[in-house]
């Protein structure tokens, strides 16, 4: 277990550097800067130039490379090029909006998914199996954003919950909204985004956990389990479920990792100022170090996330340490 | 075999519901006694219903199939009841080794705690007694007790079919039935295997239905052996004279066509294959491929008949009638 956890730990280092290079790498690779982008009257070639030696984009890549490294280490991310405000405050009031509504619409996918998936695994074949089955497939091939256009246009006018933004704006104008009526607030603007978010990730878990449970309750091993005498219940239970974890928590792995990452068009449907949003207006605006700050933290949190999952995997099979 | 016998099939019948509407009679009425101690071979060429006609016995079979015959466990009907009466005999009374057994143990548990899974549920002993019980269990199959708390990925493909024996034995069975539970073993695995069946009966008065396509494992395993076809039995007997006196043509062929190493005669295969059973056949099913045909054989269907104690045969040679 030990050689195993330090394995795993190790090569998520190692992809750490390798994506911290890429980052860097990739941005350099790109057409065209932040100075590029500029659109005045006054810029000149000259006024462009100035721009980049201010910026530090005509000193040699090594040396930028060097700089952005010491950044990182430092927790140091540069500042926008736009605001010229750290990267690390504005991400950091990107997250704070964006973890809450994806966390909220993940949990509500992975819970009614994985139900949904072990009902219909065990009722396999019969008229809840297969409207559980053709309901997930809607959600799971539907496009997010026609999806997040359907409830904002149908289903937020029947259920009266804000359509767009982070917060009523006149909700403390005069200074006097209890915490509680301000947290209410944030909650109702909240629930669209995440039900979008988890109606499309709750068709990807009922279909991978059914497939995972069917595989799994076909094995001899249950079979075994029926004929000494298990309710089947306990079987799905006890032998189904636990078996077909593997690929379920893989999945959760996976798509917690993203938490962080947001999603674009959600957040840009439902004008929900995360970190989805932002990285659309970086990209707008060629504010390359918000984008990298922006990719290093997504790319630190799926690796980090994949790694819990891989410390998680020898304790829910003890074949994975030994093979 | 004097003695009540542990268990009597009496005219069981197979159904499967198939997904055209039809149906597919997998098992067509096939009875036999089998008395403690006992062991009697099943075998029959791949499809012809051995599994089948075992896993109704056990009430094990997928909801699409219907089952009628009657079961009798010492004296007791126990099929009539569905799931009610099959359950609480299930594992304590008749309990299975599973064709690829190998796989019987789910890979995310200890194999001990899957032994005492059984005995925990039919209340055969808990805790500290099952923990004894399971060491003494896996001594029985020549497996050390203190293995219980290992996974069965750590065991070998033998000694993880030696555990199901292990297993299947927790609760004390009367009657054991084995779905070839030697295939994908190499021979040394094998005889082991097939010598520890052999001796608990022998120690524990254990019934034994061994269903297998193997001719010569029968011949050096069972004391009875029934050979079915079409799921039916076209005859059963003991192995001695099933061998030596062979009353269905197809008991004939079956023999003629087991290779020996030591005999210089020639292999002989059966030409045909078994008739499909989604309809039901006219007269008797081996007709196409028998050698010994009579005229009635193609409208009639032959019945079966007991011609000496403990000796039956589906056939209408030598049948008055």
Not at chain 1, 40 to 60: E, I, S, V, W
Not at chain 1, 131 to 154: D, E, G, H, N, R
Not at chain 2, 138 to 167: C, K, N, T, W, Y
Request: hydrophobic share 45%; aromatic share 8%; net charge negative.
């Amino acid at each position: 277990m030990g050689r195993y956890a330090a394995k795993r730990i190790g090569f998520a280092l190692i992809t750490v550097l390798v994506a911290i290079t890429l980052n860097f790498v990739l941005f350099r690779a790109l057409p065209g800067d932040a100075v590029s982008a500029l659109r005045c009257k006054a810029c000149t070639a000259a006024f462009r130039a100035a721009q980049r030696h201010d910026l530090g984009l005509d000193r040699p890549l090594v040396t930028q490379y060097g700089l952005y490294l010491k950044g990182i280490a430092s927790g140091d991310l540069g500042s926008s090029l736009r605001t010229e405000a750290p990267v690390r405050g504005a991400i950091w009031e990107a997250i704070k909006n964006t973890v809450p509504m994806v966390t909220l619409g993940t949990v509500f996918s992975i819970v009614f998914g994985i139900i949904a998936g072990v009902i219909s695994a065990w009722r396999r074949g019969t008229f809840v199996d297969k409207i559980t089955q053709q309901t997930a497939l809607a959600f799971y091939s539907m496009p997010t954003q026609w999806l997040a256009l359907l409830i904002v246009l149908f289903v937020a006018g029947a259920v009266g919950l804000p359509t767009s933004g982070l917060a009523d704006p006149s909700i403390d104008i005069l200074g006097d909204a209890s915490t509680w009526s301000i947290l209410v607030d944030r909650f109702q603007h909240m629930v669209l985004p995440s039900l979008t978010l988890g109606l499309v990730l709750y068709g990807d878990y009922s279909l991978i956990v059914r497939s995972a449970m069917l595989e799994t309750l076909g094995e001899d091993y249950v079979l075994t389990a029926r004929a000494k005498g298990l309710s089947s219940w306990r079987i799905v239970w006890r032998h189904g479920l636990r078996n077909a974890l593997l690929p379920i928590v893989t999945l959760v792995a996976l798509s917690l990792g993203f938490v962080i990452g947001g999603t674009y068009t959600i957040e840009f449907i439902f004008s929900y100022p995360g970190i989805g949003y932002a990285t659309v207006e970086a990209i707008d605006q060629r504010d390359y170090p918000i984008l990298q700050g922006i990719f290093l933290l997504v790319t630190f949190s799926v690796i980090g996330f994949n790694l819990i999952a891989d410390l998680l995997y020898p304790k829910l099979d003890p074949r994975v340490v030994s093979s | 075999m004097s003695g009540a016998p542990v268990i009597s099939v009496e005219d069981l019948h197979v159904w499967f519901d198939l997904a055209d509407g039809g149906e597919l009679h997998a098992v067509r009425g096939i009875s036999f006694d089998l008395h403690p101690g006992e062991r009697l071979g099943l075998v029959g060429e791949s499809g012809c219903g051995k599994t089948t006609a075992i896993l109704a016995l056990m009430g094990l079979l997928p909801a699409s199939a219907s089952v009628r015959g009657r079961v009798l466990l010492e004296g007791s009907e126990i099929m009539a009841g569905g799931e009610d009466t099959i359950s609480p005999h299930r594992w304590k009374d008749v309990a299975m080794v599973f064709q690829g057994a190998m796989n019987a143990f789910n890979p995310v548990q200890r194999v001990g705690k899957q032994i005492a899974e059984a005995m925990e549920l039919h209340g055969t002993a808990t805790g500290r007694s099952a923990r004894l019980r399971v060491a003494e269990l896996l001594e029985l199959v020549g497996i050390a007790g203190e293995r219980q708390d290992r996974f069965p990925h750590e065991f070998s493909g033998g000694m993880r079919q030696r555990a199901a024996i292990a297993m299947a034995l927790a609760c004390d069975p009367k009657v054991l039935l084995a779905d070839e539970p030697t295939t994908a073993l190499d021979v040394m695995v094998q005889a082991q295997i097939l010598e520890l069946l052999v001796s608990l009966t022998r120690d524990l008065g254990l019934a034994l239905i061994l269903i297998t396509h193997d001719l010569p494992l029968i011949a050096q395993v069972c004391d009875r052996a029934a050979v079915m076809y079409a799921g039916e039995i076209a005859e059963i007997g003991t192995v001695h004279d099933l061998y030596a006196d062979p009353r269905h043509p197809y008991t004939r062929l079956l023999f003629a066509a087991t290779p020996d190493i030591y005999g210089d005669d020639l292999v002989v295969s059966i030409p045909g294959s078994p008739p499909r059973l989604d309809h039901e056949p006219v007269g008797c099913p081996f007709r196409p491929r028998c050698d010994a045909f009579l005229e009635r054989c193609d409208t009639v269907a032959p019945r079966f008949r007991t011609v000496a104690p403990g000796r039956s045969v589906t056939c209408h040679n030598g049948d008055p009638a």
